[in-house]
């Protein structure tokens, strides 16, 4: 039996209303977010599936709102360290030094915030847990960050983030990737909409 991932990133938060990056930060989601997404569940046609999700609440409460009953927390899904970046936008980032900020932000794959995480350091994090999933085949969900699936869809696509991304991601919607037994993800099926209940 093969091995899919259905990513899902988490509900809006206060400070992804307000564009503060939030990385580690443990941030619930407000109560317009729970309002939706208790109505809204993985499209059926999908199947039966083994559901995991980052350690913070926002996924946490994301993935049971959703109908996750059977929830295993999975440390490596936690977002991207953002360091010294945790609770800026990145407006203000720019602003503050924006030679330092244009320098970092064109190394891509390898843009690092001050005692923080690079995505590619996401990516290497991720690679034994996909290989585990491979391994045990069928549907995995995951709910989990914009940095992680970020990072899933940079090694699904070649993508080393230099450039605008390969694929227009709708944030809102979940996201399919086959596994091969590695673990190397492939695009299967990208801004799934998620079904009323």
Request: glycine residues 10%; neutral net charge.
């Amino acid at each position: 039996m093969g091995a899919e991932l259905l990513l899902i990133r988490h509900g809006e938060t206060a400070w992804n209303r307000s564009k503060r990056l939030q990385g580690r930060a443990d941030i619930p989601l407000t109560g317009e977010a729970r309002a939706r997404l208790g109505g809204l569940r993985v499209p059926k046609r999908l199947g039966p599936a083994r559901w995991f999700s980052s350690p913070l609440v926002r996924t946490t409460e994301t993935a049971r709102l959703l109908g996750a009953s059977d929830l295993t927390i999975e440390p490596r899904l936690v977002e991207m360290d953002l360091g010294g970046w945790e609770g800026r936008t990145l407006d203000d980032l720019r602003a503050e030094d924006p030679a330092a900020m244009q320098a970092n932000e064109i190394l891509g794959l390898d843009m690092r915030p001050p005692d923080g995480e690079s995505p590619r350091d996401v990516q290497n994090r991720l690679r034994p847990w996909l290989k585990e999933r491979a391994g045990e085949g069928g549907l995995s969900i995951a709910v989990t960050h914009k940095g992680v699936i970020r990072a899933v869809v940079a090694r699904a696509y070649d993508w080393d983030m230099t450039v605008d991304p390969p694929v227009r991601m709708d944030w809102r919607a979940a996201h399919l990737f086959s596994l091969s037994a590695d673990g190397s993800p492939a695009p299967a099926a990208v801004n799934i909409g998620l079904e009323i209940r």
